[in-house]
T-cell receptor
Framework: KQEVTQIPAALSVPEGENLVLNCSFT??????LQWFRQDPGKGLTSLLL?????REQTSGRLNASLDKSSGRSTLYIAASQPGDSATYLC??????????FGTGTRLTIIP | DGGITQSPKYLFRKEGQNVTLSCEQN?????MYWYRQDPGQGLRLIYY???????QKGDIAEGYSVSREKKESFPLTVTSAQKNPTAFYLC????????????FGPGTRLTVL
């Protein structure tokens, strides 16, 4: 059974710093990996999706990498801003369309 | 505007009652999903449907029921058999095949009184 882990559970960094969020998974037979952002009491917003054949994807200040063989993905946020404060979730997709989610990292950017 | 809507935003239920959560999408997606989110836990899949009039159980289907009579709609009923229904419920949709990128609605918070 696939297990997805995100460590740390919470992270605080000063505004302007670059930061990396981690996601690890136990079964490397994935179809793709998706990173989401969730604000308190809200739904999930899709940030980036990396196909299993890709190594990385970029969108603005965000860069996600995927190392399928080691079961790891990272989300890099450049020049952090207070508006980046949220919970970040990763999810891996298997061939049957189902997603398995990690428990998330709660990010706080300190002004 | 294309998107997913969920209603109501907040729902209160007395013990022993069934309640139905609404999910509608106008993205022309074939697949729809229901997840439950509890504090400190990842999202867990309740039910999913890849085509009209067909749906499959997810990891925690006990105490829940769904229907998929229209492509745009995937309502979730929380029955009295669900032992601990207080949670945040999220609906999602995606195209079948392709990247399978899932898009989420704003959620419904259900509280049992």
């Amino acid at each position: 059974k696939q297990e997805v882990t995100q460590i740390p559970a919470a992270l605080s960094v000063p505004e302007g710093e670059n930061l990396v969020l981690n996601c690890s998974f136990t079964d490397s037979a994935i179809y793709n990996l998706q990173w989401f952002r969730q604000d308190p009491g809200k739904g999930l917003t899709s940030l980036l999706l990396i196909q299993s054949s890709q190594r990385e994807q970029t969108s603005g200040r965000l860069n996600a990498s995927l190392d399928k063989s080691s079961g790891r993905s990272t989300l890099y946020i450049a020049a952090s801003q207070p508006g980046d404060s949220a919970t970040y979730l990763c999810a891996v997709r298997h061939g049957n369309e189902k997603l398995t989610f990690g428990t998330g990292t709660r990010l706080t950017i300190i002004p | 505007d294309g998107g997913i809507t969920q209603s109501p935003k907040y729902l209160f239920r007395k013990e022993g009652q069934n309640v139905t959560l609404s999910c509608e999408q106008n993205l022309n997606h074939d697949a729809m999903y229901w997840y439950r989110q509890d504090p400190g836990q990842g999202l867990r899949l309740i039910y999913y449907s890849q085509i009209v009039n067909d749906f499959q159980k997810g990891d925690i289907a006990e105490g829940y029921s769904v229907s998929r009579e229209k492509k745009e709609s995937f309502p979730l009923t929380v029955t009295s058999a669900q032992k601990n229904p207080t949670a945040f419920y999220l609906c999602a949709s995606s195209i079948t095949g392709g990247s399978g990128e899932q898009f989420f609605g704003p959620g419904t918070r259900l509280t049992v009184l």
